[in-house]
């Protein structure tokens, strides 16, 4: 364990309730939708305020498709019920849409197993997230109605497609009209389908589609030794209505977290990069997915690590033990939060959902949600689990005003901002000054050494994979090996030195990250769904599925070695680069 310094000390202390909100009340004035004039406003207040620090601000600007739900008009059997629509799904026809209504409870696949809905409007329980509305669709549903838990309804957008589409991705777009309803509505409803079987249900939706402009705002505070080495440090500005918690106390503690560092700049050895996106709430992610096709060269070989941050400060947010982090970002974050708090924290595997635009690109990442309602605060928050990773979570939600109207000032404690916004600046500071990059190789090496074993035990005798467990054992090994002689950076000669054991560390995460989160290419962007560890592995679930020697077993079989080969290339080339990394050592302890 190791307690705070003396300069990060100071830096904790610096951080003001007063300024927090305040700048959190000047974002959450404006309802932010991507692309409009009043978010442009938002961005202005911020890079007006980055300015007056002293700091150059660069405002990029991009086309995205960016899709903004305008009205929705729901009533079954002539009875008038409230409902909102949601991004990137279709109108519907001129009239609207006059269809039979069935309940498939929860929506899963499985749900679907026992009755025909082809043609049909579907209720489902929960909040609207892609996976379900996929499943909806996938089965021949002709509209989709989700029942949420929360009277107040929550916002939200559908779409599987990271970011904007493409000519290979846009037959993902959703292809039916959703909506959501309230929980008195859905009462309405179940009610109506058990008085009535298969009620006549009456659906108009309205939503604008299309590919807009959108600004990204960044700025950055160089670095002393490895100054084109930097941290991202990134949030959204968009929002849903005035989106006070999310996500404008976010833009105001990376506003806090600027100011309160950049007294310590001196000491920064490599760079802080902070940038501020659109399109998250409106075009899944399409401002930091932009970043990531445009300055990818940049991203690829200078971004050490992307730190995140979305929802800070909510009122009755106690629980901060739960926070997304990986393997090798985790130990840091651990060691400020025990310091600061005296919790221990645990971490939640990150899922396909948030900013996380870079994990393609093998860039480690930390935080999105750092502190969360406690378990059962929130009806929702099961669904917002599943849609950040899946089932487990010890956290209970951001709250229920999370995606909804009334997510405005009041649901803010300025204490417990203050104590997220501490969290983000120690950690931050860390990332910035120690001379070593605080990425935990031994961890992550063991981590995915872990999910191979637990992969080979599931295939049994369908797939050999004891050659990927063999190679990772060689990788973790040699992790562990470098990690204890690494020790302290006094004594290892000049900076040169150092600076090339940080690019050891950052190549091998990279190398791991890209195995563990990853599953497309590095110039591309997977699905917005929830996957498995490894998840070039995943097909290894539909070869079970299949009859030994069935065609679709071969076919599956031959994936599965290309898969397998790509495994054991990264893990060679990660092996390669420790082997050359301990020769530093070697060379720098003599």
């Given amino acids: 364990m190791r307690d705070l310094g003396k300069e990060e000390r100071s830096i904790v202390e610096a951080i003001s309730a007063d300024r927090l909100m305040s700048d959190t009340e000047a974002i959450a004035q404006w309802v932010r939708l991507s692309g409009t004039e009043d978010e442009a406003r938002s961005f202005d207040y911020v890079e007006g305020v980055i300015r007056e620090m002293g700091l150059q601000t660069t405002r990029h600007t991009g086309w995205a498709y960016i899709s903004l739900p305008e009205s929705a008009e729901l009533d079954i059997e002539g009875r008038k019920v409230s409902a909102i629509t949601h991004s990137m799904v279709p109108n519907t026809p001129e009239g609207g849409l006059e269809l039979p209504l069935v309940y498939v409870g929860r929506g899963a696949e499985d749900d679907y197993a026992s009755q025909d809905v082809r043609g049909k409007i579907v209720l489902v329980g929960g909040i609207a997230i892609p996976g379900k509305a996929h499943a909806a669709e996938k089965a021949g549903a002709a509209a989709c109605i989700f ?236 669904d917002v689990a599943e849609l950040l990773g899946g089932p487990g979570a010890k956290g209970g939600g951001v709250g229920w005003w999370w995606h909804t109207t009334e997510d405005t000032v009041d649901k803010l404690d300025p204490a417990l901002l203050v104590r997220d916004t501490r969290i983000y600046a120690a950690v931050a500071y860390r990332l910035l000054s120690n001379p070593i990059l605080t990425l935990d190789l031994r961890a992550s090496t063991k981590e995915f050494e872990g999910h191979l074993l637990a992969w080979r035990e599931k295939v049994g005798e369908r797939f050999d994979l004891s050659s990927v467990v063999s190679k990772a054992e060689e990788v973790a090994d040699l992790a562990s090996t470098f990690q204890n002689r690494l020790g302290d950076a006094t004594g290892l000669g000049e900076p040169e030195t150092i600076r090339a054991i940080n690019e050891t560390i950052r190549r091998v995460a990279s190398e791991l990250v890209r195995l563990n989160y990853a599953r497309s290419d590095r110039f591309d962007q997977d699905a917005a769904l929830g996957q498995p560890p490894v998840p070039l592995l995943a097909p290894v679930d539909d070869l079970l599925l299949t009859d030994e020697g069935s065609a679709a077993a071969h076919e599956l079989l031959t994936l599965l070695v290309r898969r397998r080969n790509r495994v054991l290339h990264e893990l060679f080339e990660a092996k390669k680069i420790l082997e050359s990394g301990l020769d530093l050592l070697s060379d720098a302890h003599t």
């Avoid at 939706?205 to 299309?210: Q, Y």
């Avoid at 106690?318 to 997304?324: A, D, L, P, R």
């Avoid at 393997?327 to 595997?349: K, P």
Wanted: charged fraction near 20%.
């Fill in 147 to 382: 029942a949420n838990a929360d009277e107040h309804v929550h916002e939200m957008i559908v779409s599987t497609v990271w970011g904007s589409p493409t000519p290979e991705t846009r037959d993902r777009l959703p292809k039916i009209p959703v909506v959501s309803i309230g929980a008195a509505a859905a009462q309405t409803l179940r009610e109506i389908l058990q008085e009535t079987r298969e009620p006549t249900a009456h659906l108009a939706t309205r939503v604008r589609t299309g590919w807009t402009e959108i600004p990204t705002l960044t700025a950055q505070v160089d670095g002393i030794e490895e100054p084109e080495k930097f941290v991202l440090f990134s949030g959204h500005i968009d929002a849903w209505h005035f989106g006070a918690m999310d996500n404008g106390s976010a833009d105001a503690l990376m506003l806090e977290t600027l100011r309160v560092l950049l007294p310590h700049r001196e000491s920064f050895r490599r760079s802080l990069r902070l940038a501020f996106w659109s399109g998250h709430s409106h075009g899944r992610y399409a401002g930091s997915t932009w970043y990531a096709d445009h300055f990818w060269e940049d991203l690829h070989y200078n971004c050490v690590l992307h730190l995140n941050t979305d929802s800070p400060g909510g009122r009755g947010a106690t629980v901060i033990t739960e926070g997304q982090a990986m393997a090798e970002t985790r130990g840091c974050a651990a060691d400020v939060i025990r310091a600061l708090t005296g919790e221990e924290f645990n971490g939640s595997r990150f899922g396909r959902s948030g900013d996380q635009s870079f994990m393609s690109l093998g860039i480690p990442s930390l935080f999105m949600f750092v502190s969360e309602q406690p378990p059962g605060q929130d009806e929702s928050a099961g």
